[in-house]
């Protein structure tokens, strides 16, 4: 099937541009066309597996990528929440296949994000050492460019239960550029000066270090629902606000429960797509899109 082109023009209205970009996801592939099961002006989710979506997308869209892929860790071993054992089994979509399969799994949806992010564009993947070393490697073969691993510490993390090795309390980010000669967009001041109260590394006025350190999502944060694996808000707001800028395209092929939507509108001028398998995950996305939409409209 033959590309669209997509002309410089085209970025100049990025209402007119995130629209544009949904009707051709649909209309891409004409067969089996796939539309998205929540829309508005500034915020797409498909109820879709995200390789199904991204083979959609035109070449050269997106301007940022945040990817919290499965860590594949789901495999029967028990962790501690609030004083209890409980299975650390997240569900299904996380159970490893075994080291190559997941490498291949991870080869195919990092290749997509390549092809579709712009020149400039670049991408984060979360993750720990089940899953962010396969994806750092595949990052370096498939040609991106890695500007930062960030360490985000977890001040409150879980205890270990075995008491037989360290505590893990850190998840990796890696910040990686799609061509290593195109100029990316980093917000270097408002890292440097910007107000980070919950952060008790950061040292106002001083350059943002990579080692990050924030709580685990509040019980606030959880009041229409849980996810498993839910990233704190505080995380994702200062990744947006450090690597997009006004009208930029988000995308996100893991939504979960939608942080990186929920921030994307927070920061505001930002618009997003995002995919998830799981209905009750983009059932909970789009509560916490409406209430957030409704208080900003009381506000305004
Ligand atoms: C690690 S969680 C993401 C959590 C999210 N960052 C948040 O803060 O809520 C990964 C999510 O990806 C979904 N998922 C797994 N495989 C998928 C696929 N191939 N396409 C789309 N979603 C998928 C899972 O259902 C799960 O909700």
């Not at 209890?84 to 190559?100: A, H, L, P, T």
């Not at 997009?244 to 996100?252: R, S």
Request: aromatic residues 12%.
């Amino acid at each position: 099937m033959k590309k669209k082109v997509v002309r410089e023009n085209d970025y100049l209205n990025s209402d007119k541009v995130f629209d544009k970009l949904v009707s051709y996801i649909s209309k891409n592939g004409v067969q089996n066309a796939i539309f998205p099961i929540f829309k508005t002006k500034d915020f797409a989710l498909y109820n879709n597996d995200c390789l199904e979506v991204m083979t959609r997308f035109p070449d050269n869209y997106i301007d940022m990528v945040f990817a919290d892929p499965p860590y594949m860790l789901s495999n029967n071993g028990f962790t501690c929440q609030n004083g209890r054992m409980v299975s650390v089994n997240k569900g299904k979509w996380d159970k490893s296949k075994g080291f190559e399969q997941d490498l291949n799994f991870h080869e195919e949806w990092i290749s997509e994000c390549k092809r579709i992010l712009k020149p400039s564009g670049t991408i984060w993947i979360s993750g720990t050492y089940h899953s962010i070393y396969q994806c750092g490697y595949l990052l370096q073969k498939l040609g991106f460019h890695i500007l930062n691993d960030i360490t985000w510490f977890k001040p409150n993390a879980s205890p270990n239960l075995s008491c037989r090795f360290f505590t893990a309390s850190h998840e990796t980010l890696i910040w990686a550029r799609k061509d290593k000669n195109a100029k990316h967009y980093f917000d270097y001041k408002s890292m440097k000066e910007g107000h980070f109260p919950e952060d008790q590394l950061k040292k106002e006025k001083s350059q943002m270090r990579s080692v990050w350190s924030l709580n685990t999502p509040s019980s606030a944060e959880k009041e229409f629902g849980k996810h498993p694996t839910q990233k704190p808000l505080a995380l994702l707001r200062r990744i947006i606000k450090a690597s997009t800028k006004d009208g930029d395209i988000i995308f996100d092929p893991f939504n979960g429960g939608g942080t990186t939507g929920i921030a994307s509108v927070q920061i505001s001028n930002r618009k997003y797509i995002g995919c998830e398998i799981d209905l009750k995950f983009i059932n909970l996305t789009i509560k916490k899109y409406q209430s957030l939409n409704m208080t900003q409209k009381l506000f305004n």
